[in-house]
């Protein structure tokens, strides 16, 4: 199975998309705020001979409903493991997780450690607080409900653009596909509650990250962070960061290259992480 499909979670829709051999070590996409699996499209063709790929569109996000609890990191870690029960993936599975999504992959990992196998963090929210201006905005009230209310091709393009450095990467079908994500009926209520649960207009706070960070050292998962240099939603320092609280992580910084490796350097993104989760096998 290659392509995505809907599920019942706990009686959440819930969207999800399968590839490989699901004998082969799994391993589990997760995306961004107000992102969807999509963002992990051009990665399927180049990983699935190797793993069991798993993307998932987390609670409120893409084309899943949200869950009945207010969105927390822990509400959507947990989604994540109810989604590997429903299908029946009970082995360690190794996390990939851009942006937000890794995070959530953090956080999986705290909930479960006997359940993660690897970290693969990708741009990922936690180590620093400077982050886009347009999240940051979302925290003030009032502001946040009408930056959400309606996504216009302008607006998702310059989303878009700030998330890719390429600008010949912002295509029809990305923009298109954001208007359609914006207009589910859980987006912008879901986009609200996560940024105001992790930042503020000052930035990311600061407690919920060092509390994650302690707790996935003492975990002690294996570990790759990977950055792009030209990152303008979490700007490259964060690297540092990532270096300094994961002391045993390998890292890689993608030179020219923004918010999502995985989409601009394909071949390199999918050759880094095949040679770092096949050298730690989770089975």
Known sequence: MNTSLHI??????????????????????????GRTLNDWDEQFPRLSSQFRLIAIDLPGSGFSERSAQPTTLPVL??????VLDEIGESRPVHLAGNSLGGAVAMQVAVLAPPRAASLTLVDSAGFGTRV???LRLMTVPRLGEVMTRRVTRASARMM????????????????DRAIAVSRQPDTGAVMLETARELATMRGIKAQWRAE?????DAVGLPTLVVWGEADRVLP?????????????????????????????VPDAFAELI??????????
């Open 77 to 82: 870690a947990r989604a994540v493991l109810d």
């Open 132 to 134: 886009a201006l347009a």
């Open 236 to 264: 490259n320092s964060h690297l540092r960061a990532a270096r300094a609280a994961l002391r045993d992580a390998q890292t890689r910084l993608f030179p020219k290259v923004g918010h999502m490796p995985q989409i601009e």
């Open 274 to 283: 095949t040679t770092f989760v096949e050298s730690r096998p989770g089975l």
């Open 8 to 33: 019942d979670v706990r009686g959440r829709r819930t969207r999800i998309r399968l590839a490989g051999d699901p004998r082969s070590q799994p391993l589990v996409l997760l995306h961004g705020i």
């Open 212 to 216: 994650l960070l302690d707790a996935v």
């Open 160 to 175: 878009e653009r700030t998330s890719l450095a390429d600008p010949a990467l912002v295509t029809r079908t990305r923009i």
